[in-house]
């Protein structure tokens, strides 16, 4: 039997809103910005380089709107002056039998934009919306 890579089509996302199902999943992404530094007592004519801040990329989900279902503005909307309710998203990549193989966790998210459906007369698409999300960090577990 031949090994073959996971799909990316099979995922879920745990927002702590309803169960909902998302389209598309992107922004999983972690950064550790570099710190150059050189002394001028080193031998050696070049910059020395270390590991520095982590940086980590808004993540942007989207999904089929459906009548009646406006959980991704009521998160918007929690926004006050400087506080609004933070959660912890987590996506997981499924295997065949539905579970998870690998999963992306990202603690105290918020909602920093969102975006409402293109519409299109001639159109022939589902309408789909977006939140893009921040965070203060992302961990990656693999089952």
């Known amino acids: 039997m031949a090994n073959y890579p996971l799909p990316a089509f099979h995922f879920r996302v745990d927002w702590g809103g309803s169960t909902i199902t998302f389209s598309e999943v992107s922004g999983l992404n972690i950064e550790n910005q570099v710190i150059e530094y050189r002394d001028g007592a080193s031998p050696e004519f070049s910059m020395r380089k270390m590991p520095g801040l982590q940086k980590f990329g808004n993540i942007t989900m989207k999904r089929g709107i459906f009548k009646g279902d406006n959980e991704y503005y009521e998160w918007l909307n929690t926004i006050k002056m400087n506080t609004i309710e933070r959660r912890d998203v987590t996506i997981s990549l499924l295997d065949e039998e539905h579970?998870?193989?690998?999963?992306?966790?990202?603690?105290?998210?918020f909602p920093s934009k969102v975006e409402g459906a293109s519409l299109k007369a001639s159109g022939n698409e589902v309408a789909i919306e977006s939140m893009e999300v921040a965070h203060?960090?992302?961990?990656?577990?693999?089952?």
């Open 136 to 143: 203060e960090g992302l961990t990656i577990e693999k089952a």
């Open 99 to 109: 579970n998870p193989v690998m999963k992306w966790k990202a603690k105290s998210c």
